[in-house]
């Protein structure tokens, strides 16, 4: 699919047919009155505003400071993110999947761009693209070359495709240096591509 | 259907391109279209399986030209037409010219974190148990439905490993037809590398899938 904000150079002057028909159907559906446009604005202010990946860095911090925390995230991931109030569309069904030194995870939707919005907010385009959905499951090793990360051959990856309403969110490990780090400062180290795995976190002299 | 949604395995598409400091949206419509696509959601009446099958049900050339949220408003006004809820000489005039059907409900603003909150949890309670248990051996089954299937292409006809009995699950492919939502035992399926990609697969890595009961068959 194209990406499209490789095509953003355009004259904001000249709306584009794809705006002027968004814009259109807005009309007819505000006028019908099927739907409230201060519903409209409030639906993006929560995604672009107040749900995102700082969510679900809270949660791996707290499971990297806090070991029956860990546990039971690693168990039931669902109630365990509801206790820091994250919940909902998109995240019905959480399954936690922790990294080690010796496995790796990645996750991936091939079929359309399910994603953990509750802890992620929502995908970024590459998630959603083509290029990210086509090679995940077939060669996950060069995909991480991508991103810039290579991991040692003797790491196992696993690959998890989110077929179904389940979604996944990876817990990767906690970067060396970091003993006796609060929370919140953990949290600071955890990036959203290493809790999709295509990333590893920022190691504390990241931070300096 | 074997649709340009199943991408899982194919060549061509070039590397991933993360974009740094990526926005959440990249254009106004794109935020329009998304909340409308929310929205809708009540008073369209339709669920997230027929949302999908309306997404991956156009030509392969279309769809992969498109970008996503277009892919989505395209869905969008598609299920709005297929219902008579808006009518093409309405979005040709970008005005109502009919009267409104009666809809179910209204997403009114005190109720979207409400909505949101609550979102569309998909298990459903059973009596009855499942057909698997975690290490068993299964082969996705050979099929090749011509409406909404969550079955890759990339793994039938494989033989993988049961990881986890997940619970008992809507199944979209009737609930995309309007056929009831039909629940059955799902499960993580674990297959090895090279199982799915032979010999030039990467023998360090596993895939798997949540696939429903009806997709499987023992292998033991």
């Not at chain 1, 109630?79 to 991936?108: C, D, F, K, S, W």
């Not at chain 1, 907010?121 to 996950?140: E, F, M, N, Q, T």
């Not at chain 1, 696993?158 to 780090?181: C, F, H, K, N, Q």
């Not at chain 2, 949206?25 to 909340?35: C, L, M, T, Y």
Request: aromatic residues 8%; glycine residues 8%.
């Amino acid at each position: 699919m194209a990406n499209d904000h490789h095509h953003h150079d355009h004259d904001h002057s000249e709306l584009s047919d794809t705006q002027l028909r968004v814009r259109a159907l807005e009309t007819v559906l505000t006028e019908k009155g099927y739907v409230d446009p201060a519903a409209l604005d409030l639906l993006i202010e929560t995604y672009e505003k107040k749900v995102g990946p700082r969510n679900g860095a809270r949660v791996v911090a707290r499971a990297w400071a806090n070991p029956a925390y860990r546990a039971r995230l690693l168990k039931d991931a669902t109630p365990a993110i509801g206790e820091l109030g994250y919940a909902g569309r998109q995240g019905e069904h959480i399954v936690a999947v922790e990294n080690t030194p010796t496995l790796h995870n990645m996750v991936v939707c091939t079929l359309c761009s399910c994603y953990p919005w509750p802890v992620l907010g929502l995908p970024p385009v590459w998630y959603k693209s083509a290029p990210y959905r086509s090679r995940a499951v077939a060669d996950p090793r060069g995909v991480l070359k991508d991103f810039g990360v290579t991991l040692p051959a003797s790491t196992k990856i696993r690959v998890w495709d989110s077929t179904s309403e389940i979604r996944y969110l990876v817990v990767p490990m906690r970067p060396a240096g970091t003993d006796g780090w609060t929370e919140e400062r953990l949290a600071d180290l955890v990036t959203r591509d290493s809790m999709i795995g295509t990333g590893l976190p920022k190691s504390p002299k990241d931070l300096a | 259907m074997n649709g340009p949604q199943d991408l899982g395995g194919m060549d061509g598409f070039g590397p991933v391109e993360p974009e740094p400091n990526e926005p959440v949206f990249h254009d106004d419509w794109e935020k329009r279209a998304f909340a409308l696509t929310l929205a809708m959601g009540m008073p369209g009446g339709w669920n997230i399986d027929q949302s999908r099958f309306a997404r991956e049900n156009r030509s392969p050339a279309e769809y992969w030209s498109m970008s996503y949220y277009q892919i989505w408003f395209a869905a969008l006004e598609r299920m709005l037409k297929e219902r008579a809820l808006v009518t093409d000489d309405e979005v040709v005039a970008g005005h109502s010219l009919h009267k409104p059907k009666p809809v179910p409900r209204v997403l009114s603003p005190g109720d979207v974190l409400k909505v949101l909150h609550r979102g569309g949890p998909t298990e459903r309670p059973t009596n009855t148990k499942p057909a698997f248990k975690p290490g068993n051996a299964v082969r996705a089954k050979n099929i090749n439905p011509p409406t909404h299937t969550r079955l890759p292409r990339y793994v039938r006809g494989h033989v993988g490993t049961v990881d986890r009995v997940i619970g008992f699950h809507v199944f979209p492919d009737s609930n995309a037809t309007g056929a009831g939502e039909n629940p059955q035992w799902l499960y993580t399926v674990r297959f090895e590398g090279r199982e799915l990609w032979g010999p030039d697969g990467d023998p360090t890595s596993q895939v798997s899938v949540d696939a429903w009961e009806s997709y499987l068959t023992p292998a033991d």
